[in-house]
Antibody, heavy 121, light 107 residues
Framework: QLQLQESGPGLVKPSETLSLTCTVSGGSISSSSYYWGWIRQPPGKGLEWIGSIYYSGSTYYNPSLKSRVTISVDTSKNQFSLKLSSVTAADTAVYYC?????????????WGQGTMVTVSS | DIQMTQSPSSLSASVGDRVTITCRASQSISSYLNWYQQKPGKAPKLLIYAASSLQSGVPSRFSGSGSGTDFTLTISSLQPEDFATYYCQQSYSSLVTFGQGTKVEIK
């Protein structure tokens, strides 16, 4: 069955760029039925959508983060990635990757386990 | 952006209770409304999509209803494993938004 796994540094310094990768296994990221997304959750707070990407490279970003976010896809590696620049302590959160679309009316039906990223010097 | 507002933000209930959570959208989203359950330290789990369709493997005590701007998630008989936080999310727009969450606690 399809699985998603986030990877990347757990600690990032303020003003630097946070970089995470989501590896898709058990299925192809190039399916025309799905988008692939990043969602984050600060400690003790709710879910915030960061952005989504289609296998062709089309992207949609949260307007509040758009100036700092880049999401890209590497179909040869079955991966998609997140870069968030100029991070501050407010970007400390658990970051999830997830699949969106298909038969579930564009819901996020499969999620990675999440990875905690702390922004601190 | 489409704003999603959940109520209440938290509730206390007993095992066996019927529980209802409400989600309101700032504009019509047809039936593009999804519900998730999240337990501490875990990723969210899709419960309901398209306002009322039960995701595969989800117990039938969970149900969803509504269209347009007003939606509800109902748990017909609360079980011990249902104590968690629940989020609504609209997928009408490519710019996804979540509600702020409703924490269901044990009375």
């Amino acid at each position: 069955q399809l699985q998603l796994q986030e990877s990347g540094p757990g600690l990032v310094k303020p003003s630097e760029t946070l970089s995470l990768t989501c590896t898709v296994s058990g299925g192809s990221i190039s399916s025309s039925s799905y988008y692939w997304g990043w969602i984050r959750q600060p400690p003790g707070k709710g879910l915030e959508w960061i952005g989504s990407i289609y296998y062709s490279g089309s992207t949609y970003y949260n307007p509040s983060l758009k100036s700092r976010v880049t999401i890209s896809v590497d179909t040869s590696k079955n991966q998609f990635s997140l870069k968030l620049s100029s991070v501050t302590a407010a970007d400390t959160a658990v970051y999830y990757c997830a699949r969106r679309g298909g038969a579930t009316h564009d819901a996020f039906d499969i999620w990675g386990q999440g990875t905690m990223v702390t922004v601190s010097s | 952006d489409i704003q999603m507002t959940q109520s209440p933000s938290s509730l206390s209930a007993s095992v066996g209770d019927r529980v209802t959570i409400t989600c309101r959208a700032s504009q019509s989203i047809s039936s593009y409304l999804n519900w998730y359950q999240q337990k501490p330290g875990k990723a969210p789990k899709l419960l309901i999509y398209a306002a009322s369709s039960l995701q595969s493997g989800v117990p039938s005590r969970f149900s969803g209803s509504g269209s347009g701007t007003d939606f509800t998630l109902t748990i017909s008989s609360l079980q011990p494993e249902d104590f968690a936080t629940y989020y609504c999310q609209q997928s009408y727009s490519s710019l996804v938004t979540f509600g702020q969450g409703t924490k269901v606690e044990i009375k």
